[in-house]
């Protein structure tokens, strides 16, 4: 099995086969969490090694910015994945050396795992306190602090020509929501977090100008008349 080591920026990242490594091997920095992140594409995996206590977003990394499950290497780190950048919406449960997270129902990771399965990701938080709840400088979740109620989040399923289907959270302020490159030919509302309806749009764009289709809510909307086309974003807002 190969590997290779790569540098974005400050941050180091590890490209490698699922395969196991020792955990020798994986880069380390005091003060660092490293987490390897399976990224759906068969059983590959991805590492990148954070600053401890502080949010890390995907924003410029997108090694990382999509996933089906994650795991810390570093003893001692505990972390927490959230689909946004500002660190408010979690993204599956807390995860360290010895628990993995979740991401999605669709894939466990292993060898039949499909690109179009992972869930992207906004930012990541680790610290170095185990038993402990992630709190990072920079989220919406820091202690001390007025911060406003997390946005609701309606969850949108995204369905392929092929049958396959993913399923995201997007929040439901009418703000566009970028979404990692997906090829879908429907799209649909599984889920409204608390109460209230909401109506969707998917665009072709990262900044949610240029539609593709027609607004949807919990019915199924087929979109360029049931033939594949791209989806890089959707703007979610709650309905009265």
Same mark, same amino acid.
């Given at each position: 099995?190969?590997?290779?080591?790569?540098?974005?920026? *400050?941050?180091?990242?590890?490209?490698?086969?699922?395969?196991?490594?020792?955990?020798?091997?994986?880069?380390?920095? %005091?003060?660092?969490?490293?987490?390897?992140? !399976? =990224? &759906? %594409?068969?059983?590959?995996?991805?590492?990148?090694?954070?600053?401890?206590?502080?949010?890390? *977003?995907?924003?410029?990394?997108?090694?990382? %910015? /999509?996933?089906?499950?994650?795991?810390?290497?570093?003893?001692?780190?505990?972390?927490?994945?959230?689909?946004?950048?500002?660190?408010?919406?979690?993204?599956?449960?807390?995860? %360290?050396? +010895?628990?993995?997270? *979740?991401?999605?129902?669709?894939?466990?990771?292993?060898?039949?795992?499909?690109?179009?399965? /992972?869930?992207?990701?906004? *930012?990541?938080?680790?610290?170095? @306190?185990? =038993?402990?709840?992630?709190?990072?400088?920079?989220?919406?979740? &820091?202690? &001390?602090?007025? @911060?406003?109620?997390? @946005?609701? @989040?309606?969850?949108?399923?995204?369905?392929?020509?092929?049958?396959?289907?993913?399923?995201?959270?997007?929040?439901?302020?009418?703000?566009?929501?970028?979404?990692?490159? +997906?090829?879908?030919?429907?799209?649909?509302?599984?889920?409204?977090?608390?109460?209230?309806?909401?109506?969707?749009?998917?665009?072709?764009? !990262?900044?949610?100008?240029? /539609?593709?289709?027609?607004?949807?809510?919990?019915?199924?909307?087929?979109?360029?008349?049931?033939?594949?086309?791209?989806?890089?974003?959707? +703007?979610?807002?709650?309905?009265?």
């Amino acid at each position: 099995m190969k590997s290779f080591l790569t540098t974005v920026g *400050s941050v180091a990242v590890l490209l490698a086969s699922a395969s196991a490594l020792p955990t020798t091997n994986f880069p380390r920095q %005091d003060g660092s969490c490293f987490i390897q992140l !399976k =990224n &759906g %594409d068969g059983d590959a995996s991805v590492g990148v090694s954070i600053l401890a206590n502080t949010l890390f *977003s995907t924003a410029n990394n997108r090694q990382v %910015d /999509a996933g089906v499950n994650a795991q810390a290497v570093t003893p001692g780190c505990v972390c927490q994945a959230f689909n946004d950048a500002a660190g408010t919406i979690k993204l599956g449960g807390i995860f %360290d050396d +010895r628990t993995l997270a *979740s991401f999605t129902d669709a894939s466990s990771g292993e060898v039949d795992s499909q690109p179009d399965q /992972a869930v992207p990701i906004g *930012s990541f938080c680790c610290v170095t @306190t185990p =038993n402990t709840v992630p709190v990072c400088s920079g989220s919406g979740s &820091g202690s &001390g602090t007025w @911060t406003p109620p997390p @946005t609701q @989040t309606v969850r949108v399923q995204i369905n392929s020509a092929d049958d396959s289907a993913v399923q995201i959270e997007v929040p439901a302020d009418g703000s566009p929501f970028a979404v990692s490159s +997906r090829i879908a030919n429907s799209v649909e509302i599984v889920d409204i977090e608390g109460s209230g309806h909401a109506i969707c749009q998917a665009f072709s764009d !990262k900044n949610g100008v240029v /539609a593709v289709g027609s607004p949807f809510g919990i019915d199924q909307v087929f979109l360029n008349g049931g033939a594949a086309t791209s989806i890089l974003s959707i +703007r979610c807002k709650l309905s009265y």
